[in-house]
């Protein structure tokens, strides 16, 4: 387009509504985080509806600053206002988004992974208009507590559930003892989710980032799960075999060598092994991505998931849209003959690979 075309007026309106309304909803996005890290959101739902007063005194915190933050939210919609008394309080459906840990639709994790961004916008914008790489450990730390806040609600939700029993054979091998190794497994929640429901089953995690898998082995230590190791490993440089199944949970994209990683796995795999892969939801077409739930992850694999895999050897940069043709011709490639999509859900893409 040049300057001498006309412009729609109505076309720019509404661009112009739509991109405000999202900057006003990335300040909002600070509010939660404010109100997530302080336990503000748990303290209204504890105390129902208060005066800022009210709150101010049972928060020991600044009333000046409760005043304008409340308002904030309110004018979100994040949290309640009722008018009549001035008092504010939080709705079931407005305590599941931002204070019910846990909870599927819970959002903090996924907030917080975007305020890691911002945090460090200054190396992002290096990182994208270099070009070069970016390791995962040169992220702030609310991205590695983000990402785990934000996928682990989905993996309480269905990994045993559905994702296990879709694959061939494995939930009875778990069940009757297996050994399984969950790599690039992040803070463990997967790892000892897998521990504590199979306690017949010995469950390897491995991850290349030291101070995730110190968080897992803290984590499982305070849990007193005896069935669980934790090693910090690059994800082809694993060193046991004779596996049942490996799992790799929404970090297959990230990794700069990703067909290398699936060979080995098949490597480490028993003859009757199974591989378990799980991706971010996407379409093998862009055009069937133009989402805003895709908007989010090819947000983030531009921040986060192309430069962690631009860190790396081979460097392929899947990206977290890779879509399941793609992901296929990966473990095709790696040697996995007998691929297919076992479960789905909105966000995921479950794959059985077997040798």
């Given amino acids: 387009?040049?300057?001498?075309?006309?412009?729609?007026?109505?076309?720019?309106?509404?661009?112009?509504?739509?991109?405000?309304?999202?900057?006003?909803?990335?300040?909002?996005?600070?509010?939660?985080?404010?109100?997530?890290?302080?336990?503000?959101?748990?303290?209204?739902?504890?105390?129902?509806?208060?005066?800022?007063?009210?709150?101010?005194?049972?928060?020991?915190?600044?009333?000046?600053?409760?005043?304008?933050?409340?308002?904030?939210?309110?004018?979100?919609?994040?949290?309640?206002?009722?008018?009549?008394?001035?008092?504010?309080?939080?709705?079931?459906?407005?305590?599941?988004?931002?204070?019910?840990?846990?909870?599927?639709?819970?959002?903090?994790?996924?907030?917080?992974?975007?305020?890691?961004?911002?945090?460090?916008?200054?190396?992002?914008?290096?990182?994208?208009?270099?070009?070069?790489?970016?390791?995962?450990?040169?992220?702030?730390?609310?991205?590695?507590?983000?990402?785990?806040?934000?996928?682990?609600?989905?993996?309480?939700?269905?990994?045993?559930?559905?994702?296990?029993?879709?694959?061939?054979?494995?939930?009875?091998?778990?069940?009757?003892?297996?050994?399984?190794?969950?790599?690039?497994?992040?803070?463990?929640?997967?790892t000892i989710l897998m521990a504590e429901t199979y306690p017949n089953s010995h469950i390897y995690g491995y991850d290349f980032h030291e101070p995730s898998i110190e968080e897992a082995q803290e984590r499982a230590k305070e849990k007193g799960l005896t069935n669980i190791t934790f090693e910090v490993r690059d994800s082809k440089d694993i060193h046991d075999s004779d596996f049942d199944a490996a799992c790799i949970f929404d970090a297959l994209h990230d990794m700069g060598d990703p067909i290398g990683v699936a060979k080995g796995i098949k490597d480490i795999l028993k003859d009757n092994g199974s591989f378990m892969l799980v991706e971010p939801f996407a379409e093998d077409n862009l055009k069937d991505n133009l989402t805003p739930s895709s908007a989010m992850m090819y947000g983030f694999s531009t921040l986060v998931c192309v430069p962690t895999s631009r860190s790396q050897e081979v460097a392929l940069c899947l990206g977290a849209q890779a879509g399941p043709k793609k992901l296929t011709e990966v473990l095709n490639e790696a040697g996995f003959e007998k691929v297919r999509i076992s479960a789905t859900t909105t966000s995921n893409l479950v794959f059985e690979a077997m040798k």
């Fill in 1 to 190: 387009m040049n300057q001498t075309q006309t412009v729609n007026e109505e076309k720019l309106m509404d661009l112009f509504q739509n991109v405000f309304s999202q900057i006003s909803g990335s300040v909002g996005l600070m509010m939660a985080y404010l109100g997530d890290q302080t336990g503000l959101y748990r303290k209204i739902e504890a105390i129902g509806p208060c005066s800022v007063e009210e709150l101010a005194k049972d928060s020991d915190m600044d009333e000046r600053y409760l005043r304008e933050w409340l308002s904030s939210n309110a004018a979100h919609g994040y949290v309640t206002y009722d008018a009549e008394v001035n008092k504010f309080y939080l709705t079931p459906e407005q305590a599941v988004i931002f204070c019910r840990e846990g909870e599927p639709q819970c959002l903090q994790g996924l907030i917080q992974g975007v305020i890691g961004q911002m945090a460090t916008q200054d190396v992002a914008l290096d990182v994208f208009k270099t070009g070069r790489g970016r390791p995962w450990s040169e992220h702030h730390s609310c991205c590695f507590c983000g990402t785990d806040r934000f996928f682990r609600p989905a993996y309480v939700s269905h990994l045993v559930e559905e994702w296990i029993p879709s694959i061939t054979g494995l939930e009875d091998k778990l069940k009757s003892g297996g050994k399984v190794a969950d790599i690039g497994c992040g803070l463990g929640s997967t």
